[in-house]
């Protein structure tokens, strides 16, 4: 059963590489921890690829299906978001889901203070353009101050560049409210596969709290509280993370 990540903005996949160590060094891990990136994100914009959020969910279900059995879909940040969307789309493609980002399903959601500069026209083609065209060590500065571990912020910062830039803008300009919240309303076709819920009570970019368990409630998902962790839990404590993982999906073969 191979257990399929994908990460989210502004990352390349190794962001997930501290927690696969964890997962690998268990030894309960699934034999097979594969990386998707979607693309703009650690992997080339295909020509016409428009970076939307029905993009990135069609582009998340086509991976999909080249597997031969469901797969246990693990995500983070927008990755998150690709995740629920596509397992409301076509949740017969995944075994189970977990996701620490939810709450932008919500009605009530407001986005974080980034995402409304990207959403902003002029500015956030000024920030994305100073943001990924700064020199690497300035962009490994940026990841750590914002909470990424720095051993991992190295390595995202290599693959930060004007083609993420654009994928960024592109995203977040599709993701417009009402957008998140209308295809919020299917939240609850995502109770038909397991769902697990990352809660880092630190993480001030994925909504309250209360919204995320509201949301997690429609979609039949079991919270996992991070406490004391933030956005990027999985770079600075990642053997909770890994043992989290591995116990929801051990419960998944006991039931």
Not at 42 to 60: I, K, N, Q, S
Not at 135 to 158: D, F, K, N, Y
Request: net charge negative; with cysteine.
């Amino acid at each position: 059963m191979p257990a399929v990540f994908v990460h989210g903005n502004p990352e390349t996949a190794a962001v997930w590489d501290p927690l696969l160590a964890e997962l690998k060094a268990a030894g309960t891990a699934p034999a097979d921890l594969i990386c998707l990136s979607p693309p703009g994100f650690g992997a080339p914009l295909p020509p016409g690829f428009g970076a939307t959020v029905g993009e990135y969910r069609d582009w998340l279900i086509e991976e999909l299906t080249r597997f031969a059995e469901p797969v246990d879909l693990v995500g983070h940040d927008w990755g998150g978001g690709h995740v629920l969307n596509a397992v409301m789309s076509r949740p017969e493609l995944v075994r189970s889901w977990a996701s620490d980002t939810i709450a932008v399903f919500e009605p009530d959601y407001v986005w974080h203070e980034f995402a409304q500069r990207w959403q902003t026209p002029g500015i956030g083609e000024a920030d994305v353009a100073a943001r990924f065209g700064a020199p690497v060590e300035q962009r490994i500065a940026t990841l750590v101050e914002r909470g990424m571990g720095e051993a991992a912020a190295e390595w995202v910062a290599q693959g930060q560049n004007e083609e993420m830039g654009r994928a960024v803008l592109a995203l977040y300009a599709s993701a417009m409210p009402p957008v998140m919240a209308e295809l919020g309303r299917d939240l609850e076709n995502a109770a038909r596969r397991p769902g697990l819920v990352f809660l880092a009570t630190e993480d001030h970019v994925g909504g309250t709290a209360e919204q995320r368990r509201r949301a997690a409630r429609r979609a039949g998902a079991r919270v996992e509280v991070l406490d004391g962790l933030g956005h990027w839990w999985m770079t600075h404590d990642p053997a909770r993370g890994a043992e989290a993982l591995t116990r929801f999906w051990a419960s998944l073969d006991q039931g």
